[in-house]
């Protein structure tokens, strides 16, 4: 049990970098982004490629970054933009059908054929908790994910910029009367968004053993739209506590003698989780109010 907490931990501070990304785009435009995983296959495979051609790897993770990024404006641009006075249902249709253009892309580029991308840090038993060794690479998937979430927080509450994207998903009318660029902050929002996707990508595939077409899209986004949802969806620390309780949830399940009798046993947890929240809680564990509905009644 000690150990399926720290393995869940690890598990779920990757499943709270991808949904840092979802809350951030619903926070600020009442979106969610089914194409957020795919944001973190394109970097996974853009820091495979590079490193195989020879990139230190530093350089390959800037490179599967950028790509990332690039994903992102380039959803904004030619999917979001030209859809934002649609129905919020139309856009998330919208961001699945981007999700599916990139899985189909990379099926078509790198076939079903598995690949393994090695970890950033290569130590593999740098503390020990409970008997069980904690490399490198899931502290700093940890690490990562808690600098995220508190400089998101702070980002949101204290800074100008923030603030800006707030009110462009509360009122954009008044956001552009106040001289501030809509277009300007909706690039951001997305850009942001895709470098978070990345980031989960590149940190987490080197622990999943291999990746392949759709792998993070596959992996991580039902637990981490769960974990979203459970932490509250306009709060970006809730994505933090949402995605560690989700990734001990599966952890345990995992360990259960019941998970021999029961296949699939992760994801029926997962699901339990994830209607248990909506249905009892929506506002998640640290959303102040109704944050499924409160960002399509005020686009409305």
């Avoid at 495979?45 to 990024?69: C, D, I, K, T």
């Avoid at 009367?177 to 980031?199: D, H, N």
């Amino acid at each position: 049990m000690r150990q399926s907490l720290v393995i869940g931990i690890v598990a779920g501070s990757g499943y709270g970098l991808i949904a840092l990304g979802l809350v951030l785009v619903y926070k600020s435009t009442g979106i969610f982004n089914f194409a957020q995983g795919e944001f973190g296959t394109v970097a996974v495979f853009a820091l495979w490629g590079a490193h195989s051609a020879g990139v230190p790897y530093v350089g390959a993770m800037l490179f599967g970054v950028l790509a990332a990024l690039a994903s992102g404006l380039a959803t904004e641009r030619f999917v979001v933009r030209p859809l934002f006075s649609a129905p919020r249902v139309t856009l998330l249709v919208a961001t699945a059908g981007v999700a599916l253009f990139a899985i189909g892309v990379e099926f078509w580029i790198g076939h079903s054929q598995l690949r393994f991308v090695a970890p950033a840090l290569g130590r593999l038993d740098r503390v020990s908790v409970f008997g069980f060794a904690v490399s490198d690479q899931r502290l700093l998937v940890i690490v990562t994910l808690v600098v995220l979430a508190v400089a998101g927080a702070f980002f949101f509450s204290r800074t100008n910029l923030g603030l800006a994207v707030l009110g462009l998903s509360q009122n954009p009318l008044a956001t552009e009367l106040m001289g501030i660029s809509a277009e300007r902050l909706s690039r951001f929002t997305w850009g942001a968004a895709a470098i978070l996707g990345g980031l989960g990508g590149i940190l987490s595939a080197p622990l999943a053993g291999g990746f392949g077409p759709g792998f993070v899209t596959l992996s991580s986004l039902i637990p981490a739209f769960t974990a979203a949802v459970l932490g509250g969806m306009n709060s970006l620390p809730g994505a933090l506590v949402g995605g560690i309780v989700v990734g001990v949830a599966e952890s345990i399940a995992v360990g259960s003698p019941v998970s021999e009798h029961i296949p699939g046993l992760p994801s029926v947890v997962v699901f339990a989780l994830l209607v248990g929240v909506l249905a009892f809680r929506p506002t998640g564990l640290l959303g102040p109010r109704s944050t499924l509905t409160a960002p399509a009644e005020r686009a409305g």
